[in-house]
Structure formats: structure tokens, C-alpha cells
């Protein structure tokens, strides 16, 4: 396996990090590594957005502020995260840096987390999904799924501000929503095929931000739409289907998890709250 070179952070000393990892997937989404970086001194590879939020939650169970992190691989203190490598230059994203990040997940919000960890179609019995898109449901527009959407995004970036990432979603689904009503009668499709559309360009929008669970949000977005409810009921209707499944998902998956090496962060945030 080849080896690249990375210029010196400063001490005069180069780095060398191992090539022809590309197609090995990020060990905290365990999806493609988007946005590739690297810890400094074990210099093991993660998408830079998940390593990021690795070191956010490792950070919150201490009290005091954290100088170094271990890699979640090999337990090898780092200082550092390095990205942006073009070659010639890198930038460095410091580990105390994502301490002063005080956001904290909401019941709700972990929750909805804990959603992503069922099996997909769990409510798919209870509403009418093919009608949906039969009935062209989706060309009425729905004053709750702003509110949906933040409170969805919000949980699985676990970030506060997801403004940016919310207007893009919801501007993608209205233009969607228009080249639907201007198109021409004689080009009118198959209501499967406005479906695979429109689920295919909300999945380009949103994989940048959510990566590995962009396919299972889409089907999320999906239900939530077809079921016409607000969001209080949406998330009632969903929990009474889920019942305990969410504490025996949430073992199943640390049970798996502690068989691995890597280590995802969100597993932290199934445990009950302390109340």
C-alpha cells in the first residue's frame, strides 16, 4: 500500500498517511467518508463531520476541557483533526475547539434518533403511502413539516442551528413541487415514477449533511408527508407502534457495537434519561 506525505504542522517534521483506503467506510457512520480527514498523530481516517461530533460527545461525559482525544480506534491520544489536504496544505482543526459546543439533544429529539435504529416500515400498515402519491397529496403543501424537519435534522446532526440545511430541503421539494404543476398534461407519469423522482432528489440534497442515513430520512420525509398528521400526532402514532422496540433496539445495537472497534457516537444518547 502506497504512502503520502503531509507537510509539517510547524516543527519541521512531515507525516505520512496510507492510500488506497478510499473504498473502506468511515468506522463512526460506517458509511462513505465524505469530507475525508485524519487524526494527527495515529492519522486513522473518518468522514471530518463525524470524527467532529465524536469528540463533541466524548467531551460532554467530562467535566473539565479536553487538550487531546483518543482515536476511537486505536486509543491514541490526538490533539488535532487534519483536512482540507490538497496535495501541498491542510488545515487543522484543534480538539478543544468542539468543547465550548454546548448543545445538548432534547427527549424528543433522542427519540427520533432512536427511530433510525428500527426497521424501516414500521408504520407502513397504518398509512396509505401508494395513495399518497396516487392522490398527488404531495403537490398540497404541509405547514408542519418545517417544524418536522428541524426537529429530524436537528437529532440526526446533532446540531442547534440546521437553518441552512432546512431552507435547502425545503427548497428542493418546492421546486420539485412546481416542475410538477408546469410540466405539460402530455408528459404526465406514473405515480411510481414521480415518487422514485422525488425521493431521489431529496436524498442528493440531504446526503452532504446526513450522509449514511440519508436513505432511511427519505423514507422518513416520505411517511410523515403521506400521513397528513401535525407533529404532535405524527410522534404519537410512531411511539405507540414503537413500544419497547427502542430499549431493545438500543441493546441490540450496543451489543454489537462493543464487538467492533470503531465507535459511533450516537450510541450515547440511548440511554434513558436519569428521570
Known amino acids: 500500500m502506497a504512502a503520502k506525505e503531509i507537510a509539517g504542522d510547524g516543527d519541521g517534521e512531515s507525516k505520512t498517511v496510507e492510500e488506497g483506503s478510499d473504498k473502506d467506510p468511515c468506522p463512526i457512520c460506517l458509511g462513505p467518508i465524505l469530507q475525508k480527514s485524519y487524526l494527527d498523530t495515529c492519522f486513522h481516517e473518518f468522514c471530518f463531520n463525524c470524527i467532529k461530533q465524536w469528540i463533541k460527545v466524548v467531551s460532554s461525559k467530562v467535566t473539565k ?125 406514473s405515480a411510481e415514477i414521480d415518487q422514485e423522482q422525488f425521493k431521489a432528489v431529496i436524498a442528493e440534497a440531504a446526503r452532504p449533511f446526513i450522509m449514511a442515513r440519508t436513505d432511511r430520512f427519505v423514507d422518513e420525509v416520505e411517511l410523515f408527508l403521506a400521513s397528513g398528521l401535525n407533529v404532535e400526532a405524527y410522534d404519537a402514532i410512531y411511539k405507540q407502534r414503537l413500544g419497547s422496540r427502542d430499549i431493545a433496539t438500543a441493546n441490540v445495537v450496543r451489543e454489537e457495537e462493543n464487538g467492533r472497534r470503531g465507535v459511533t457516537p450516537y450510541l450515547f444518547l440511548f440511554e434513558e434519561d436519569s428521570d
Request: glycine share 4%.
Open 65 to 189: 476541557q479536553l487538550s487531546s482525544v483518543k482515536c476511537p480506534l486505536c486509543k491514541t491520544d490526538n490533539v488535532s483533526i487534519i483536512h482540507n489536504y490538497d496535495g501541498c496544505s491542510f488545515d487543522r482543526h484543534y480538539i478543544n475547539r468542539d468543547v465550548t459546543d454546548g448543545f445538548v439533544l432534547t427527549k424528543e429529539q433522542r427519540y427520533r434518533l432512536r427511530c433510525y435504529y428500527t426497521e424501516s416500515g414500521l408504520l407502513a400498515d397504518v398509512f396509505d403511502v401508494p395513495r399518497f402519491w396516487k392522490m398527488q397529496k404531495y403537490l398540497q403543501p404541509n405547514r408542519w413539516l418545517e417544524t418536522w424537519l428541524r426537529k429530524e435534522l436537528q437529532a440526526l446532526m446533532q446540531e442547534e442551528d440546521v437553518d441552512i440545511v432546512l431552507h435547502h430541503l425545503v427548497g428542493v421539494m418546492d421546486s420539485f413541487r412546481k416542475r410538477i404543476e408546469q410540466r405539460p398534461k402530455q408528459e404526465a407519469r
